[in-house]
């Protein structure tokens, strides 16, 4: 490009071509006629070419200098015009006590007051309708639900040996959820062991306190119309006397029976299997050896029987807590032995 502009600026000095090309470092040879007709064409042009931007640049260097001394930051909006001042004089309110609408608007402070102290009242169930089982609370229909339901009642009866405090339940609930979740606090290697000994150390509690529990109730009973305690402990009353022969301890005797423990939780009823049981009467629990053989066919009886001459310190888990007192009551169907 320098050298082309030195050749342009050469010709245009009135050199001849032989010079041009020596001041430009070119071979010097004379171009021909055609070549230097076209040279001189192509000089013309870019003159042309560049008056034009000398004259374009003229008429834009105003508008370019206006914007070049304009600040860069954004333009600020316009300030509003100011009221004139009679304006705002005719603004003001004429009366000096005039207050404005929306104070006027403002409801009495006696019906504030009645509004905030009237409160919805809430809507009571019709007569003899039940109320609205709890958010919380679990609602079975399904089949499957109350399987799952008695699962967990299941459970719970299992845990009654444990003797578990409020607190105790609750970490319960936590390791089912902890272990649901696959987070368990603790190993169930390293712990589960333990819950042996844990459960016969429970057991010799409720033990004693069900022995202090039962001699109370035990006097209570033998003070009862009717009642007879025998050697043995036992406290046998006849309810409806039978008519009927007694069995021998070596007898099967057919028999109706419901059994419950001292706080009147039931643990087995004949009469809720709807169904009769038979068994030899030397089969049975101490109580019950001795106790039936005081009855007759077609009779009922009411038996307490302490804990030694029913299932002893261990019971009969999970239903039967270790030195329950247990009370049964028993109708002498019949002695299909005897026939």
Known sequence: MRLLSMSIEGLEAGQSVREVSRTAGLPEREPSMSSYLD????????????EMRKILLLALSPACLMLAQQPATAPKPAVPA????AAVSAAKPLATGAKPAIAAAKPPLAAVKAATAAKPALAKPAGGSKPVAAPGKAQLKTDDEKTIYALGLSIAKSLKQFDLSPEEME???QALSDAASNKPAIALDEWGPKIQGLAQSRMGRLTEREKALAKGFLDKCAAEPGAERT?????????TPGAGASPKDTDIVKVHYR????????????YKRNEPAEFPLNQVVKCWTEGVQKMKVGGKARLVCPSDLAYGDRGSPPTIPGGATLIFEIELLGIPSQK
Not at 82 to 85: I, M, N, S
Not at 231 to 239: E, H, K, Y
Not at 259 to 270: A, I, K, P, Q, R
């Open 39 to 50: 040279s001189r064409r192509s000089v013309k042009s870019w003159y042309r070419k560049r």
């Open 82 to 85: 100011k009221p004139a001042a």
């Open 171 to 173: 970490l319960c609930k």
């Open 231 to 239: 050697a043995t402990g036992l406290v046998f009353r006849d309810l």
């Open 259 to 270: 059994g419950t423990l001292v706080d009147g939780t039931e643990f087995d009823s004949s």
